[in-house]
């Protein structure tokens, strides 16, 4: 009984204890530890995002399977100059993100750390940028499904539906990184050295890659159907 | 046969070919289910008293090996009885599935809240369908609003009626007689109130039955107009934000009324309705209905009634809808006309990927 | 005897209680912030046990009143529209509500880290928020309640849902999505702690079959749970911005959201049964006093569970339009996740072979709960063969079905677990001949409830019916009886639980003398759960590997009480 | 981790920029695909690049290709997982297309 009042009394002071101490780790095996656990999380968020976005992808297919023609008329009326334009950007946000991620990892490199943090959010600004002059010529081109439809096969309104459906839906999970990642360099500015070797910036960068991978395969579907011909 | 084995009132009427193959397998499930339950249970009983705490049973080891064998063994047993049962219920299905070529046809709308048929010869029922004992129906089925499902327990027979699309299945009633049809899939407010009765005669008496079918007359019609111009329309339309009973196939049903009474409506509810409408408030809606006392003459209420009698809907439906018309109807007894199956309104095939007929899909 | 040994001056003796020994995590902190804010697993999964008992009485008051209603053919209670609005939040509340956390959130929180040996969760903040979030929406689904009501049922089915019913849906829809969030935070949480925090000695196959659920379950939560969400974001679309995707009306498929609301709603009726399934192994063992027979299988079995459940959904919807073709593939794909479900009654049953078997209230719900899953599993596979499912598709049959499964083995196997641990969680004995009564009321209620329902199903009856053909009343009046039944038995467990809160005797740490580590630290644990590192020498149920030694048996309630 | 911080800066982005270049390559494919392909080629090649693609991030900026064998798996998991949902919803919508 004494070893466990000691136990206790130890304890207390740090009243709130870590899941894994006490594991019988050694102290940067923990770290790792808590590392490894954080990425396998964010990880596993992933195979569900998959499937969240997998849904909405088979539906893109579903219905496209049934009204190709349609797909291919509505999707000629999107605007490929924005649509590649923002490709560009999201693959080169995800150069910044993937090189912030290693840097973090090693000493001495925080301040490229930070500069490519900024520029992932940067390039994720200008995105979205660049996405809302898109939306608003849509808007103009009366392409938001609905009374006064621009297109009247009626099946081009189901794409268009998609289509505002698909981009909202990156474009907010799109805003949701880039607030992690200018949490994240907040927080190192708040409390220089944060960045190093945090688990955190493993995490949003995995997201914002994701994010990216999303775009990725939305791209086609949306801007470079019935092109040909 | 093996029905034999459940009492009669724990019995669905069975009024087709297909109910009795569904109950077979139905019983044929209970004895293996039952033979399950009493496994089960018995075991869990015997034990339970057996080795209760403290009985004096001889408990010890079991021999290692035997928990492998067990469990291997009673996994392959359940599999294959599974596959059987699958086996067995699946092969019902495929048998049953593509109706005779020489089916009568007949269209089914479904609609909030009711059942428009129409069947050989154009004869249109609502909440009702006559069919004739012995020939087999095919039933094409879609709906104007959202999903309903078309089922007749006596038949066995369930499927789904979906906006814009059209689904088919069919059967062939047994028994004559009168049967339940109730719509199963939800489908809002009075979906317990979509029912109706299919009509299952001997074929000399449908025979009749549908020379007698009256077209739609001419009072009905004028009652049609006056509906629209005497703005009752407005209110009792299922487009109309004026919150008001649907008169569609209000005929012969009972309503509820305020105050927990019902009331059948007949030529005298209805010209209650129109000239004194405060007097049977339908239960739910307030009496914000104008009387008509004096504004319409004894003909018009007469025409409106024969309006409100043989259906307040534009009945239409082969035309509303695009729908290729019938084609292979014939009166039962009769040989059908040589006719090319249509094509459109072909069933799945199915295999997946079998040669499509028309537009290939994409 | 214990199978989980330990170092053992740093571990509360099992066998005493430990007067001495430092505050519980109950007695940490008792301003209402301290919970509110708190990252302590065990509190978490008192505040869902309080979210999940509230929501279970609004889903059961719904369920009172349709039972009331339907007692007589005609409508005479409520209006059609309420009715409709009635069981539509019934469903609702029960499903996502109430039984999708209920086991997962309350007891998988409470002794998951317990039961492997580790401090907490892998992310205890986001457990936290994972309750908020489940009580965002939760709040959600009643506002949309007390503003007018959902009239949609629980399936949401297009385009009823997206363009006819003027009821709040969006609202409602909402609640279940971000409750949607809770969901799946608490299964990476989880996925996450069963790999890296078990504790030295931990291995897989020496993991509880209650972790093992767990586990399974969160695979499901994290899988499924997105599709949902995005159907549901989908209906909120087509709502409010008219986006066109399922309206038949401009080309979309009504029969595709059912699809994708099926890859759910399948799989989380596994979500349902699956930690259920853990409870009930926990109990056996323990009141049968022997080990689990066929433990590898029965961790397959769950296994296999979790992921063919994910190719069956397509059995809901036999009638729908749906190819034919299609249709026979999920009917053999639902034979066969039965296999598994087989194995694991099988197992229970054998468990019982040779053992010391008491009959404690958790046993009288694990037995009830394997009759009970037996009857409801079985006319699953009625279900699954397509020709019977043309007639009893929606028909009461099918309510009859997964309430035996729902109600009768799932809440069973949650009341089970409730009296099993809750000399843990509270450190307080319940009264056993009250609970005892109550376990054998439940049964019988519950029988007297839904068994009529799968004759009046047979017969023709059709679900979500407000008035019904007049033949079918008698089945109707019986079933409304037994679920008045079913209420009191119900509000029993609520007086007497209540009642031992504060007049309780205070438990032994090991009450009922069993195996697994949440046993090896006082009642109620404290903060840390464990005094000292735990360490793990044996597979789980050691209960006696040889005959029964006697009196190995649970310290039933007097024994087990100080007073 | 040792291991990690051995990697030096010049290889980071070097490893970084080649992948970026050969992302950007193939989004300027995909677009000349998209005109000059015939139209029923253009989708199966768009969508090949586009799977490409997102290999090449997963692997490369995502790192997969270091990653524990538990993050493989769960990255699996969710691949499968789509697989199931996207066969079986198609065996219903195919076989329904196929025949209307
Ligand atoms: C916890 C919930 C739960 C569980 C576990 C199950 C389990 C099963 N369910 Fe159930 N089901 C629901 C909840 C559940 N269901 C709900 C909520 C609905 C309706 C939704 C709605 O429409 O609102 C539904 C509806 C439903 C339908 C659609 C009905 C319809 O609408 O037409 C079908 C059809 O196949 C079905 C089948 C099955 C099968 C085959 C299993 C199997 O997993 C069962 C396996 C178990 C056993 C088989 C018993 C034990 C086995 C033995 C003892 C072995 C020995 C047996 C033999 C050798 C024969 N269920
Ligand atoms: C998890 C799930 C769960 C649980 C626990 C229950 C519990 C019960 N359900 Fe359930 N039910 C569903 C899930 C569940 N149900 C679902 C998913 C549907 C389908 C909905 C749809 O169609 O969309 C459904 C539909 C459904 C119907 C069909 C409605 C219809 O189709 O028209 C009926 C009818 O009898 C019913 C009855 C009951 C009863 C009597 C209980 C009882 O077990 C409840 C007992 C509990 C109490 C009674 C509460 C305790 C007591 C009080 C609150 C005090 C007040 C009461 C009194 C004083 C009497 N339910
Ligand atoms: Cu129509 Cu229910
Ligand atoms: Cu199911």
Not at chain 3, 513 to 542: C, H, I, K
């Amino acid at each position: 009984m004494s070893a466990g009042g000691d136990l206790i009394e130890k304890t207390a002071e740090r009243h709130l204890r870590e899941p894994w101490d006490e594991l019988g780790l050694a102290g940067d095996r923990a770290f790792a530890y808590q590392r490894a656990g954080a990425t396998f999380g964010i990880w596993i968020f992933i195979a569900s995002e998959v499937l969240f976005f997998g849904a909405l992808f088979l539906l893109y297919t579903a219905m496209r399977l049934e009204h190709a023609a349609d797909f291919a008329i509505a999707a000629r009326e999107t605007n490929i100059v924005y649509g590649t334009l923002n490709t560009a950007l999201l693959l080169t946000s995800g150069l910044c993100a993937a090189i912030a991620s290693q840097a973090s990892e090693q000493k001495g490199l925080q301040r490229l750390t930070l500069w490519c943090l900024g520029a992932t959010v940067l390039l994720g600004l200008a995105f979205m940028a660049v996405k809302g002059v898109e939306y608003s010529e849509d808007i103009e081109k009366h392409l938001l499904p609905g009374a006064g439809f621009a297109l009247k096969e009626p099946a081009t309104q189901l794409f268009f539906g998609f289509y505002w459906l698909a981009t909202s839906i990156h474009a907010i999970h799109l805003s949701i990184g880039i607030a992690l990642v200018v949490r994240l360099i907040w927080k190192e500015w708040r409390e220089p050295g944060f960045l190093f070797e945090s688990p955190q910036v493993e995490v949003a960068m995995l997201y914002w890659g994701f994010v990216d991978m999303i775009w990725i395969v939305l791209y086609p579907m949306l801007y470079l159907d019935g092109r040909a011909g | 046969m093996l029905d034999a084995l459940i009492p009669a009132f724990l019995r669905p009427e069975s009024a087709s070919v297909q109910a009795a193959k569904v109950d077979a397998i139905f019983i044929g499930l209970l004895l293996i289910s039952s033979a399950i339950v009493l496994l089960v249970v018995g075991l869990v009983a015997t034990f339970a008293i057996r080795y209760r705490r403290g009985s004096s049973a001889k408990r010890g080891e079991m021999p290692t090996i035997v928990s492998r064998e067990f469990e291997v063994g009673w996994t392959a047993a359940t599999l294959f009885i599974f596959v059987f049962i699958f086996w067995w219920a699946a092969s019902v299905e495929i048998g049953a599935f593509s109706p005779p070529k020489d089916a009568i046809e007949i269209h089914v709308v479904g609609k909030q809240w009711m059942w428009k048929t129409q069947g050989p010869s154009g004869t249109r029922e609502i909440n009702e369908l006559h069919v004739p004992v012995g020939a087999p129906v095919r039933l094409l089925l879609t709906s104007q609003d959202v999903i309903h499902s078309f089922y007749v327990p006596a038949f066995r027979l369930k499927r789904d009626a979906l906006p814009y699309q059209q689904t088919e299945t069919w059967f062939q009633a047994t028994k004559t007689g009168t049967y339940h049809l109730l719509c199963t899939e939800y489908c809002g407010t009075d979906h317990s109130r979509m029912v109706g009765r299919i009509i299952v005669m001997e074929p000399q008496d449908y025979a009749q039955w549908l020379t007698r079918q009256p077209e739609r007359d001419g009072l009905a019609e004028l009652g049609e107009r006056l509906f629209s111009e005497r703005g009752c329309s407005g209110c009792h339309n299922a487009g109309s934000k004026v919150h008001a009973p649907s008169l569609a196939g209000i005929w012969g049903q009972s309503v509820p009324l305020e105050g927990g009474r019902t009331a059948t409506v007949d030529e005298a509810y209805v010209r209650d309705s129109i000239l004194q409408p405060e007097r049977d408030v339908v239960a739910g809606y307030e009496p914000i209905m104008p009387s008509y006392e004096g504004k319409l003459s004894d003909g018009e209420i007469q025409a409106l009634t024969a309006y409100i009698r043989h259906g307040t809907d534009r009945f239409d439906l082969i035309g509303s809808l695009n729908l290729a018309p019938a084609q292979n109807i014939c009166a039962p007894g009769q040989t059908p006309p040589e006719s090319a199956p249509n094509q459109s309104l072909r069933s799945p095939a199915m295999v997946p990927g079998a040669p499509a007929s028309g537009d290939t899909p994409p | 005897m214990s199978g989980a040994s330990s170092d053992a001056s740093t571990l509360a003796n099992p066998r005493e209680l430990d007067l001495g020994l430092p505050v519980s995590y109950l007695a940490e902190g008792r301003s209402v912030a301290s919970w509110l804010f708190t990252t302590d697993h065990k509190r978490i999964a008192i505040l869902y046990a309080l979210s999940i008992t509230f929501f279970f009485f609004i889903g059961g008051a719904a369920a009172t009143l349709v039972r009331l209603e339907l007692f007589t053919p005609e409508g005479n209670i409520v209006g059609a529209d309420t009715y409709n609005k009635l069981f539509s939040l019934h469903g609702i509340v029960m499903v996502w509500f109430f039984l999708i956390p209920s086991i997962p959130t309350t007891m998988g929180n409470f002794l998951l880290p317990l039961m492997i040996g580790a401090r907490d969760l892998a992310f205890p903040k986001l457990n936290l928020i994972s309750w908020y979030l489940n009580m965002a929406g939760g709040l959600l689904t009643l506002a949309a309640v007390l503003a007018g009501g959902i009239d949609t049922g629980w399936t949401f089915y297009v385009p009823y849902s997206t363009v006819f019913s003027n009821t709040f849906v969006t609202l409602a829809v909402l609640g279940v999505f971000v409750s949607g969030f809770s969901t799946i935070a608490t299964g990476v949480n989880f996925i996450a702690t069963v790999h890296y925090l078990r504790a030295p000695g931990m291995t897989w196959f020496r993991l509880p079959l209650f972790v093992w659920a767990m586990y399974t379950t969160s695979l499901i939560f994290v899988l499924a749970t997105p599709v949902l969400a995005l159907t549901l974001v989908l209906v909120i679309a087509e709502r409010t911005f008219n986006l066109p995707i399922f309206d038949p009306a401009r080309g979309g498929d009504p029969i595709l959201f059912q699809h994708l609301f099926w890859f759910y709603s399948h799989p989380a009726v596994y979500i349902m049964i699956l930690p259920a399934m853990g409870v009930i192994s926990e109990v056996i063992t323990c009141y049968a006093r022997r080990r689990i027979f066929g433990y590898s299988f029965m961790v397959y079995a769950l296994v296999a569970i979790a992921v063919i459940g994910f190719f069956t959904w397509g059995h809901h919807m036999f009638t729908s339009g749906m190819s034919p073709f299609a249709a026979l593939v999920f009917s053999f794909l639902s034979f066969i996740v039965a296999v598994p479900s087989a194995i694991k009654v099988f197992n229970w049953t054998a468990t019982l072979y040779r053992g010391q078997i008491g009959f404690e209230s958790p046993m009288l719900y694990a037995l009830g709960f394997l009759g009970l899953f037996t009857m409801g599993g079985l006319t699953g596979l009625f279900l699954a063969s397509v020709p019977i499912d043309v007639h009893v598709q929606d028909t009461y049959f099918v309510v009859a079905h997964f309430h035996y499964i729902m109600v009768g083995a799932s809440v069973s196997a949650y009341f089970a677990g409730l009296h099993f641990w809750w000399p843990k969680v509270t450190g307080r004995m319940y009264p056993e001949s009250w609970a005892r009564f109550a376990a054998l009321l439940m049964f019988f209620g519950f029988n007297l409830t839904f068994f009529p329902q799968f004759i009046a199903g047979y017969l023709g009856m059709p679900r979500r019916y407000y008035t019904y053909p007049p033949e079918f009343q008698v089945w109707n009046v019986l079933s409304s009886s037994g679920a008045a039944v079913l209420a009191v038995a119900y509000l029993m467990p609520l007086g007497y639980l209540t009642w031992s809160l504060f007049f309780g005797g205070r438990a032994l740490n090991d009450p009922w003398n069993a195996t697994g580590l949440e046993w090896r630290t006082t009642s109620p644990p404290p903060r840390q759960n464990f005094f000292g590192n735990p360490q793990v020498l044996a597979p789980p149920y050691d209960y006696h590997p040889e005959a029964t030694p006697p009196g190995d048996e649970p310290r039933i309630a007097e024994k087990g009480a100080l007073t | 981790m040792s291991e990690r911080s051995r990697t030096s800066i010049g290889r980071i982005w070097r490893r970084g920029l080649i992948v970026w270049v050969l992302l950007l390559a193939f989004l300027a494919l995909s677009l000349f695909a998209a005109y000059a392909a015939p139209a029923s080629w253009a989708a199966p090649i768009n969508f090949g690049i586009a799977a490409t693609q997102a290999v090449l991030v997963a692997l490369l900026f995502m790192r997969l290709d270091r990653a524990d064998t538990l993050v493989r798996l769960a990255a699996a998991c969710g691949l499968f997982w789509l697989a199931i949902l996207f066969a079986l919803t198609l065996t219903d919508t195919l076989s329904r297309l196929a025949n209307s």
